[in-house]
Every structure is written in structure tokens, then in C-alpha cells.
């Protein structure tokens, strides 16, 4: 593996399901392979009209890959596809 794969999580203060998403990524199996970036959309307007009604948004090298839940296993198949590492689930 070259590097950690980055990810950011879209959000702002009070959201429910930011919460449960920055939990699953973190819980997934593979929390050695990526940095996580939160980025709060009320610090931005552009990002709050964007995503006012969508987050969590989660983008993994800057491409949009979930919104609003995620589940471990796909999150880390994206980490994997995109960093490379090995599978913490069999295949």
C-alpha cells in the first residue's frame, strides 16, 4: 500500500446520522488504511446549499461515494478499491 486513502465526511454539529457514519467507518475493520477529514457544510454556503438536506455526504479522493448511511462492508471495498490493502471480510 502506497499511502492512506483519503476520505471526507460532509456534515454539521447535531446530525444523527454523521454520527452513525463516522461510526461505522470507524468501527468497519480497516481504520489503518484511510484519514478521515470531517468538514462541517455550515462553514461554507455553497457546501450548505449543496448539501443541506444530503449529508452525510462521504467522499473517498475527493469522489462522492455514499450519502446519508453507509454499511462497514461497503465502506471498506471502497477504501480497498481505491488505496489498495487487503479485505478485512472474506471474499
Known sequence: MS????VTIYSKPGCH???????VMLAAGCRELFTITET???TDPELLARY???IPVITIEGEEVF?????AESFCEEIIKRG????PFPT
Not at 446520522?17 to 461510526?23: D, G, I, T, Y
Not at 489498495?84 to 479485505?87: C, D, I, M
Request: glycine share 12%; with cysteine; aromatic share 4%.
Open 3 to 6: 499511502g492512506k486513502v483519503s
Open 17 to 23: 446520522l454523521c454520527e452513525e457514519a463516522k461510526a
Open 67 to 71: 450519502r446519508h448511511r453507509l454499511r
Open 40 to 42: 462541517n457544510i455550515e
Open 52 to 54: 443541506r438536506y444530503e
Open 84 to 87: 489498495g490493502g487487503k479485505p
